[in-house]
């Protein structure tokens, strides 16, 4: 009975341990809401833009953007891992409306791949990037 005991809390101890230490969610949508460089948080530039990341529980994004009083629109789909802290977006689709503009951003192009590491800060998850070899943090918040 005492070995069955300990055998139980020591159980309960490695999936409490496993659950505190577990990889915040990602899952839900994301608001474009600022960026971080060189040592200063600056919110976002341009409040006409309106740009949302979708993560779902199956492995797939959504990633679309626009501008108020603008006709540019831009949407792809993908799949998408989160592990070890890195996250890999693959371009799987992209909306055959898109405006002609959407194509100068090099993530919006089929079979595109990026890897970028990436930190949850409360209801934010900063992605990293670099200009000019300095660390540049595009960060969304969560809004549900």
């Not at 070995?3 to 409490?16: E, G, H, V, Y």
């Not at 740009?51 to 998408?80: I, K, P, V």
Request: glycine content about 4%; proline content about 4%.
């Amino acid at each position: 009975m005492r070995r069955a005991f300990r055998i139980l809390t020591a159980s309960t101890l490695l999936l409490f341990s496993a659950l505190c230490f577990a990889q915040e969610s990602i899952e839900g949508l994301w608001k474009y809401d600022g960026f971080f460089y060189q040592e200063h948080r600056f919110e976002n530039p341009n409040p006409d833009l309106h740009l949302y990341f979708t993560f779902f529980a199956n492995g797939r994004h959504r990633l679309e953007w626009w501008r108020e009083n603008d006709q540019e629109y831009c949407e792809r789909t993908g799949s998408m891992e989160l592990k070890d802290s890195n996250l890999t977006l693959t371009t799987e689709w992209l909306n055959p409306k898109n405006h002609a503009n959407c194509g100068k951003d090099p993530d919006m192009r089929l079979n595109r791949v990026t890897t970028s590491p990436v930190e949850f800060k409360g209801d934010e998850l900063w992605m990293q990037l670099e200009i000019d070899g300095k660390p540049f943090f595009y960060i969304v918040k969560r809004i549900r």
